[in-house]
């Protein structure tokens, strides 16, 4: 069982939907979650963090978590063609004293068409 | 406000040779981790310096070595050079808190592509 696991896609929304992506991690010691954009040759950029179940609200990028179901999502309201990109999930700890590494998901690849 | 750099952008080698990559932080940052990402693949964690020792591995052969020095810069060390490892190696930067769980964000730089011939 991978650690952290997402769809592979691509996931297809029309310019100005909602795209969902999804993230399941298997590791309950897993502390913080992060969601990072590649674009294609691109090296991964951080759009979102979150530390605690519940929502979070950046502009159009909601992340959710549900440490419960252990979870994380991101939605990204009104989406546009530059918002086509692989999107990766990564998950942190368990912290080791000194340490914490991220895990990634092999990503989800969005594609905003018009 | 510079972000993580990293040189060289790209890299040519083949079989049994070996590569050292570069890494500087992010203004502010103390610690430096270092990824391995394959073709279609997210990124691997390979090991994670703060404080001028290695911290954390992932798991990688010993042919992978690291260095940070006083200035916080990095350097990974890959000998005996193997076909599989052809990727784009990741940089990434954050601030820790000495002895306290940090969650601070990891920033990338944009990468050095190796290939293996």
């Known amino acids: 069982q991978k650690e952290v696991e997402q769809n592979s896609g691509p996931l297809s929304v029309p310019e100005g939907a909602i795209a969902s992506l999804n993230c399941t991690y298997s590791?309950?010691?897993?502390?913080?979650f992060f969601w990072y954009r590649q674009y294609s040759g691109k090296s991964p950029e951080l759009i979102m963090f979150?530390?605690?179940?519940g929502d979070k609200e950046d502009g159009r990028f909601t992340a959710q978590l549900n440490k419960a179901s252990q979870y994380v999502s991101l939605l990204i309201r009104d989406s546009q063609p530059s918002d086509s990109a692989t999107y990766l999930c990564?998950?942190?700890?368990?912290?080791?004293?000194?340490?914490?590494?991220?895990?990634f998901g092999t990503g989800t690849r969005l594609q905003v068409t018009l | 406000d510079a972000g993580v750099t990293q040189s060289p952008t790209h890299l040519i080698k083949t079989r049994g040779q070996q590569v050292t990559l570069r890494c500087s932080p992010k203004?502010?940052?103390?610690?430096v981790s270092w990824y391995q990402q394959a073709l279609g693949q997210g990124p691997q964690f390979i090991f994670q310096?703060?404080?001028?020792?290695?911290?954390q591995r992932g798991n990688f052969p010993d042919r992978f070595s690291g260095h940070q020095f006083p200035n916080y810069s990095s350097e990974l060390n890959v000998n005996a050079l193997l076909l599989g490892d052809s990727a784009l190696y990741l940089c990434?930067?954050?601030?820790?808190?000495?002895?306290?769980?940090?969650?601070?964000?990891?920033?990338f730089g944009d990468g050095t592509r190796l290939s293996i011939l």
């Open positions: 990434a930067s954050s601030l820790s808190r000495q002895g306290i769980y940090s969650n601070q964000p990891q920033h």
């Open positions: 590791d309950r010691g897993s502390q913080s």
């Open positions: 979150i530390y605690s179940n």
């Open positions: 990564a998950a942190q700890g368990p912290w080791t004293g000194t340490a914490s590494k991220l895990t």
């Open positions: 203004s502010g940052h103390d610690t």
């Open positions: 310096y703060y404080e001028e020792e290695e911290r």
